[in-house]
């Protein structure tokens, strides 16, 4: 009997049950002890208790002995799984983030980020209200994003803020508010505008809600000069000498004094073509580095984002979350590619591009960093998670789409031609035979040229063409 009892209330080895544990479980210890007194071990604790109050004991003390062990084991248990899941969240973590910082410099003033907004709505005038504004950058992959946005305008029904002629505003002139095309009757506002301009903030807040959201596009300086370059080698009075050149631009970066005027407006693209479209006026390199650093925190505070061309779908993910989209509505092909000839650029030549373009060097720095601060807290996991989902969804809509990859301007139909400069082939697309009228619906938007679109949105939102530009 004394050793059933032992056996049942007293599971742990009795023998292993050292004085402090005893000390700290004295019922346990007076219990199992007893028996053990009685049964097993010379008895260090006689115990002289009437039988009943030893077995009522007994029971009390089994209860509280087993609730004391399952509180335990499960309190050890789940610190246990608890720390240890964290520990494996924090590396898996870490190492994601040491990955992506790796890349990148670590340093940035805590007013930067004061800027974001990270909640995941609109920031607009009424619920549900969207309003945008897209300083359309040259040359950066712009022409991408405005046909997202450009589809959007049309799901969303957002009136659209128009050039009072043609495609651009009064561009490289300053934007005014008196570029702007009438809103159109019925409007209270406007809701998006995305057309190639020199920014004013303050002008472009005098046409816009006070709420709008401020996205723009850097690209490394290297490719957006290398781009602009060649792009508009007949336009840019400070290129226009070396079209037929043989290596118009390292004759360019070679002899630049030669050419470049910096008095001359429309050479607005010919140096720091990125400062220029975000409305600064980069000077004398030395004297400028204070300043410089006002300028771009300023920016900072204009723009809600800053997207880079390099981490294009890191930025339209996080563009997402400020404007409340889905990701459907994300989708692209990237538009306005230039068909590239002859040997990729040395080194050398690359070195002198930065040199030349020595203020967007300073300004895609700054806002590359800026940007993957933005992805730390968005959150590493959940931006390779989205970016997952997200580069499968963009798969799916190439194979629904596309006859095939880019083509030349010969092989594809009038309507998706983007326009050609004299200098450079660019690239479009060719839709696939036999798609639902739906499906060729949204396939034709998202192939759609940026002349193309602005055109037929104007037309839909005024009933008439768009105004060319005055002849004077
Ligand atoms: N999604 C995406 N990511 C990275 N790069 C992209 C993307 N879409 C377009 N592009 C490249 O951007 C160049 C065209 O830029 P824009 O559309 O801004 O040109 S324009 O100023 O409106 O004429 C053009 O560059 P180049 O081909 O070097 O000339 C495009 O290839």
Known sequence: MHRLFFIITCPLPSRSVD???IKNNLKYHIVCSYFESKSFLPSFLPPSLPPWELVARLVQSSLNF???????????????????????YI????????????????????????????????????????????????????????????RASERHNLTVAFPLYSYQFAYPERFSRAFVEDIPPGA?????????????VGEVRAIMPSHSIFLTILRHPVQTFESVFH???????????????????????????????????????AKNPMAFDLGLSPRDEESANSEWSVELEKLNQTFHLVMI????????????ELLGLDMEELVYVKLNVRHKEGEPLSKGLAQKIQAWNWFDMQLYKFFQ?????????????RMKRELDTFRALL????????????????????????????????????????LTYAQYSSCFRLVLPELQYHTYLYYKQYGKDMRPLPTT
């Open 231 to 269: 792009y508009y080698l007949n336009m840019v009075p400070a290129f226009q000498p070396l079209a037929n050149h043989s290596r118009p631009l390292l004759a360019f970066l070679e002899a630049s004094a030669q050419y470049y005027n910096a008095q001359d407006s429309s050479n607005g693209l």
């Open 369 to 381: 960093r800026i940007l993957w601060h933005k992805v730390e807290r968005y959150g590493y996991m």
């Open 309 to 320: 061309a390099e981490h294009f779908d890191e930025s339209l993910l996080l563009a997402r």
């Open 19 to 21: 004085q402090g544990q």
């Open 91 to 150: 590396v898996l973590h870490l190492n994601r983030k040491e990955e992506l910082l790796s890349l990148q410099p670590r340093s940035v003033s805590t007013q930067t980020l004061s800027v974001w907004h990270g909640t995941g709505k609109p920031v607009s005038e009424e619920p549900g209200d969207l309003n945008i504004v897209f300083l359309k950058t040259h040359k950066t992959g712009s022409s991408t994003v405005q046909n997202i946005l450009f």
């Open 66 to 88: 087993r609730l004391f062990v399952s509180l335990t084991t499960i309190s050890v248990l789940g610190i246990y799984c608890y720390t240890y899941k964290k520990l494996i």
């Open 188 to 200: 209270t506002h406007f809701n998006l505008l995305c057309s190639h301009m020199r920014l004013d």
């Open 395 to 434: 798969r799916e809509t190439v194979a629904r789409c596309l006859a095939e990859d880019s083509v030349g301007p010969g092989d594809m139909a009038d309507a998706l031609r983007p326009w050609q400069p004299s200098s450079v082939t660019i690239l479009g697309y060719r839709l696939k035979q036999n």
